[in-house]
């Protein structure tokens, strides 16, 4: 039925997936088959026949390439043999050691594992310990883990680590050449209380022209973004291991940042009273909030105060209050930016932006870095008005470079696939809500769903459903739109010191004001992923450029395939800790709500802790239970007991498994007797079996990710953002010495 070379996609279950490089279906390797290869090879397959769920299934003919990446895993001696249990279970298959090849590591402890041998039908995988991270319970040891599970470059050549040291520790006259000084303008960073990088300040004045009462009235905006651009060349060590990362790595009370601390806490970051370089985007917003002129231009300029998101909001709660007696100066310029914010406002509601309002949470760490609570995030005007000011840059960003005709990655987000489309069509007739989606849909029509359905018993579902049938928003060089935020053109701009596209956008804004053309050369260092298949075509033509353009699609599939493996990487912590956390209240009820429903069970929210996790299906009484895919619920066949997203429930912690990142409940009801629940630790070398229907499971989380992402895409990338938490660089780890078995 064909041969297709592709990428192998392990499964905890033993069997796995090779992930073709053209785009078709990923093709399903038995567990037999995946004995002589590992999770991420490269291979070649011929599909055999089709298996009984319909997917094509594979025979493996010839291992292309061999992952050279070291494996994270815990160091056992089972049975007269070394053995390391990879702590990425997709691998399959545990790695034989030889006794001299220990690295002095003790039993238990976390070790990197370089293999010496690969698997093959009849031999395990055997490698060599390469370094000792430490004990499983040392503080911070679950972001060593995923920095390498994940393959998070963490630390700077030693050439990026002097040309950032040789940079001038303040502004001189050359930086100056060619910019407008505009440090008498009272621009102001607003971000939260924690952080330590500012790569955005603003700044709104009232603007009138011509005369008499037919004088336009409106805002001057003004959104300053530091030009990290001047600082960081194309090809030099500094940019070579900006693109590496293409994003900074968020984890709680730990970053590992895309650039060197001397950037990005330093020279490109806007403190307050300091001289800094810009690129300012220069707006007029009318009264309806339309923006109707804009201009860039790079300056100097000197931020007037750094101001957060609490006093912000307390200050334009009671203009008469301390916080905005103690701000006094800068005051007035604030209420002109919560009026051009509330201007911004009425437009975005006239674009029909999707605007659903979910609950985001923080994670609060004690000094030993385990979870000392898990808090609320509150989203005030103070949050709102920076978010919609960034939204308004980023637009006239793509607007000016899309005007231009010239090259560069725009942030595309597009509606639902026709397949998701379908399905929602049907749940919400299955609703019976009176309320249809055209088979072209807009975001107009999902705005007014989730507004038409406030205050029904369903109204989270309902939210759910929608956000789970649009897509991931994507970097490319195709304009296609951001659906979400209803804008034909969206680019990011706002972020340089933290994520690469908008270093890109700073570097062809510069040569366009220059008279000029950015050109972008392929980076040799990275291996670009495959490029979108299906993608549209662009909106315009360019064809002299199809070379070009063909680049800048590869260097967006690399900028958003690290921007996934950073979420990855961050939510593998956060479950971690989670975990960790859950395991001092095992045996202990809580109440919550269904946050998702499958064929296999619920996931529950638990109220006080906003943590997840699952009641299978078998914890839900003595009957049987049916899975309405269309409405998303289960209904009890005999008692006619539905459970659907927004159900409350009362439920007990049951069993915790740290290692494989899952929290399982129990329904709890009136008039049961506690049940004796698992409050070991499950350890490695338990094997602990994952659960039944492991690949739905995934499915549904897989989902839920998508859905958290869109939400914080729909929100923008400032305020409510976690990347405006503290931005201190992880520090460089020493090895740790060998410690005695505990």
Same mark, same amino acid.
């Given at each position: 039925?064909?041969?297709?070379?592709?990428?192998?996609?392990?499964?905890?279950?033993?069997?796995?997936?090779?992930?073709?490089?053209?785009?078709?279906?990923?093709?399903?390797?038995?567990?037999?088959?995946?004995?002589?290869?590992?999770?991420?090879?490269?291979?070649?397959?011929?599909?055999?026949?089709?298996?009984?769920?319909?997917?094509?299934?594979?025979?493996?003919?010839?291992?292309?390439?061999?992952?050279?990446?070291?494996?994270?895993?815990?160091?056992?001696?089972?049975?007269?043999?070394?053995?390391?249990?990879?702590?990425?279970?997709?691998?399959?298959?545990?790695?034989?050691?030889?006794?001299?090849?220990?690295?002095?590591?003790?039993?238990?402890?976390?070790?990197?594992?370089?293999?010496?041998?690969?698997?093959?039908?009849?031999?395990?995988?055997?490698?060599?310990?390469?370094?000792?991270?430490?004990?499983?319970?040392?503080?911070?040891?679950?972001?060593?883990?995923?920095?390498?599970?994940?393959?998070?470059?963490?630390?700077?050549?030693?050439?990026?680590?002097?040309?950032?040291?040789?940079?001038?520790?303040?502004?001189?006259?050359?930086?100056?050449?060619?910019?407008?000084?505009?440090?008498?303008?009272?621009?102001?960073?607003?971000?939260?209380?924690?952080?330590?990088?500012?790569?955005?300040?603003?700044?709104?004045?009232?603007?009138?022209?011509?005369?008499?009462?037919?004088?336009?009235?409106?805002?001057?905006?003004?959104?300053?973004?530091?030009?990290?651009?001047?600082?960081?060349?194309?090809?030099?060590?500094?940019?070579?291991?900006?693109?590496?990362?293409?994003?900074?790595?968020?984890?709680?009370?730990?970053?590992?940042?895309?650039?060197? &601390?001397?950037?990005?806490?330093?020279?490109?970051?806007?403190? =307050? @009273?300091?001289? %800094?370089? !810009?690129? *300012?985007?220069?707006? $007029?917003?009318?009264?309806?909030?339309?923006?109707?002129?804009?201009?860039?231009?790079?300056?100097?300029?000197?931020?007037?105060?750094?101001?957060?998101?609490? &006093?912000?909001?307390?200050?334009?709660?009671?203009?008469?209050? =301390? @916080?905005?007696? %103690?701000? !006094?100066? *800068?005051?007035?310029? $604030?209420?002109?930016?919560?009026?051009?914010?509330?201007?911004?406002?009425?437009?975005?509601?006239?674009?029909?932006?999707?605007?659903?309002?979910?609950?985001?949470?923080?994670?609060?760490?004690?000094?030993?870095?385990?979870?000392?609570?898990?808090?609320?995030?509150?989203?005030?005007?103070?949050?709102?008005?920076?978010?919609?000011?960034?939204?308004?840059?980023?637009?006239?960003?793509?607007?000016?470079?899309?005007?231009?005709?010239?090259?560069?990655?725009?942030?595309?987000?597009?509606?639902?696939?026709?397949?998701?489309?379908?399905?929602?069509?049907?749940?919400?007739?299955?609703?019976?809500?009176?309320?249809?989606?055209?088979?072209?849909?807009?975001?107009?029509?999902?705005?007014?769903?989730?507004?038409?359905?406030?205050?029904?018993?369903?109204?989270?579902?309902?939210?759910?459903?929608?956000?789970?049938?649009?897509?991931?928003?994507?970097?490319?060089?195709?304009?296609?739109?951001?659906?979400?935020?209803?804008?034909?053109?969206?680019?990011?701009?706002?972020?340089?010191?933290?994520?690469?596209?908008?270093?890109?956008?700073?570097?062809?804004?510069?040569?366009?004001?220059?008279?000029?053309?950015?050109?972008?050369?392929?980076?040799?260092?990275?291996?670009?992923?495959?490029?979108?298949?299906?993608?549209?075509?662009?909106?315009?033509?360019?064809?002299?450029?199809?070379?070009?353009?063909?680049?800048?699609?590869?260097?967006?599939?690399?900028?958003?395939?690290?921007?996934?493996?950073?979420?990855?990487?961050?939510?593998?912590?956060?479950?971690?800790?989670?975990?960790?956390?859950?395991?001092?209240?095992?045996?202990?009820?809580?109440?919550?709500?269904?946050?998702?429903?499958?064929?296999?069970?619920?996931?529950?929210?638990?109220?006080?802790?906003?943590?997840?996790?699952?009641?299978?299906?078998?914890?839900?009484?003595?009957?049987?239970?049916?899975?309405?895919?269309?409405?998303?619920?289960?209904?009890?066949?005999?008692?006619?007991?539905?459970?659907?997203?927004?159900?409350?429930?009362?439920?007990?912690?049951?069993?915790?498994?740290?290692?494989?990142?899952?929290?399982?409940?129990?329904?709890?009801?009136?008039?049961?007797?506690?049940?004796?629940?698992?409050?070991?630790?499950?350890?490695?070398?338990?094997?602990?079996?994952?659960?039944?229907?492991?690949?739905?499971?995934?499915?549904?989380?897989?989902?839920?990710?998508?859905?958290?992402?869109?939400?914080?895409?729909?929100?923008?990338?400032?305020?409510?953002?976690?990347?405006?938490?503290?931005?201190?660089?992880?520090?460089?780890?020493?090895?740790?010495?060998?410690?005695?078995?505990?």
């Amino acid at each position: 039925m064909g041969e297709f070379d592709g990428r192998v996609e392990g499964h905890r279950d033993g069997h796995g997936f090779v992930v073709p490089d053209n785009g078709d279906p990923a093709i399903y390797l038995a567990p037999q088959e995946m004995r002589s290869v590992l999770h991420r090879d490269r291979v070649r397959v011929r599909v055999q026949r089709m298996d009984r769920k319909g997917r094509p299934e594979g025979r493996v003919l010839d291992i292309i390439e061999r992952r050279k990446t070291p494996i994270i895993g815990r160091l056992l001696h089972e049975g007269g043999q070394w053995i390391v249990a990879p702590e990425d279970r997709r691998y399959g298959q545990d790695i034989l050691i030889p006794k001299n090849a220990t690295a002095s590591a003790q039993v238990g402890q976390v070790v990197s594992v370089e293999l010496t041998e690969p698997p093959s039908l009849h031999s395990q995988p055997v490698g060599r310990v390469s370094e000792v991270l430490g004990e499983i319970d040392d503080a911070g040891m679950e972001i060593e883990i995923a920095v390498r599970k994940y393959e998070v470059p963490h630390q700077f050549s030693a050439e990026t680590l002097a040309a950032a040291a040789s940079l001038p520790e303040k502004l001189r006259a050359v930086d100056r050449k060619n910019r407008i000084d505009l440090t008498d303008v009272p621009l102001v960073t607003i971000d939260g209380e924690d952080a330590r990088d500012f790569d955005d300040a603003v700044y709104c004045e009232p603007f009138k022209r011509g005369r008499g009462k037919s004088a336009f009235t409106g805002w001057r905006l003004l959104v300053a973004i530091a030009d990290v651009s001047h600082y960081v060349k194309p090809g030099e060590a500094l940019d070579n291991d900006a693109y590496e990362r293409a994003t900074s790595v968020y984890f709680p009370r730990r970053v590992i940042p895309m650039l060197p &601390e001397k950037l990005s806490n330093g020279l490109c970051s806007l403190n =307050p @009273e300091v001289e %800094r370089l !810009a690129l *300012v985007c220069d707006m $007029l917003v009318g009264e309806d909030g339309a923006i109707d002129a804009y201009q860039f231009f790079p300056a100097v300029i000197n931020s007037h105060a750094r101001l957060t998101y609490t &006093e912000v909001a307390a200050a334009l709660a009671n203009t008469r209050g =301390p @916080e905005a007696h %103690r701000r !006094a100066d *800068v005051l007035p310029h $604030l209420l002109h930016l919560h009026e051009v914010y509330r201007a911004l406002l009425k437009q975005r509601g006239k674009r029909g932006a999707i605007d659903f309002e979910t609950t985001e949470t923080q994670i609060v760490c004690d000094d030993n870095g385990r979870i000392e609570k898990i808090v609320p995030r509150t989203r005030t005007d103070a949050h709102r008005l920076i978010e919609e000011s960034m939204l308004a840059a980023n637009v006239c960003a793509a607007q000016f470079i899309a005007s231009a005709d010239h090259p560069s990655l725009y942030r595309v987000h597009e509606g639902p696939t026709p397949e998701k489309r379908i399905a929602l069509q049907a749940y919400l007739r299955a609703l019976g809500l009176g309320l249809s989606l055209s088979d072209d849909p807009k975001p107009g029509e999902m705005q007014a769903i989730s507004q038409a359905t406030q205050g029904r018993p369903d109204a989270v579902q309902i939210s759910t459903m929608l956000l789970r049938s649009m897509q991931q928003a994507v970097y490319t060089a195709t304009n296609n739109g951001h659906f979400g935020l209803a804008f034909d053109a969206y680019t990011h701009f706002t972020s340089p010191i933290r994520r690469y596209p908008d270093l890109l956008v700073h570097r062809v804004i510069k040569a366009l004001l220059g008279g000029k053309r950015f050109h972008l050369a392929p980076n040799a260092l990275t291996r670009t992923p495959e490029l979108r298949k299906n993608a549209k075509p662009a909106q315009r033509p360019a064809k002299p450029l199809s070379q070009e353009v063909t680049v800048w699609e590869g260097v967006g599939a690399h900028c958003s395939a690290n921007e996934r493996r950073a979420d990855e990487a961050s939510r593998d912590v956060e479950a971690w800790l989670k975990c960790r956390y859950m395991r001092e209240h095992l045996g202990e009820e809580f109440s919550g709500t269904v946050s998702a429903v499958a064929g296999f069970g619920l996931f529950v929210t638990l109220d006080a802790l906003y943590v997840d996790g699952l009641v299978h299906i078998t914890e839900l009484g003595g009957e049987y239970y049916r899975f309405d895919e269309t409405r998303q619920e289960l209904r009890g066949e005999r008692s006619g007991v539905r459970y659907v997203v927004g159900t409350r429930v009362r439920v007990q912690v049951s069993r915790v498994d740290l290692d494989g990142r899952k929290i399982d409940f129990r329904m709890v009801r009136e008039g049961d007797s506690e049940r004796l629940v698992d409050k070991s630790r499950p350890e490695r070398s338990e094997r602990v079996k994952a659960p039944t229907a492991l690949a739905e499971l995934t499915a549904v989380r897989e989902a839920d990710r998508v859905v958290k992402a869109s939400v914080r895409e729909l929100k923008t990338q400032a305020g409510s953002d976690p990347a405006k938490r503290s931005r201190k660089p992880a520090p460089r780890r020493p090895a740790p010495r060998p410690r005695a078995r505990r």
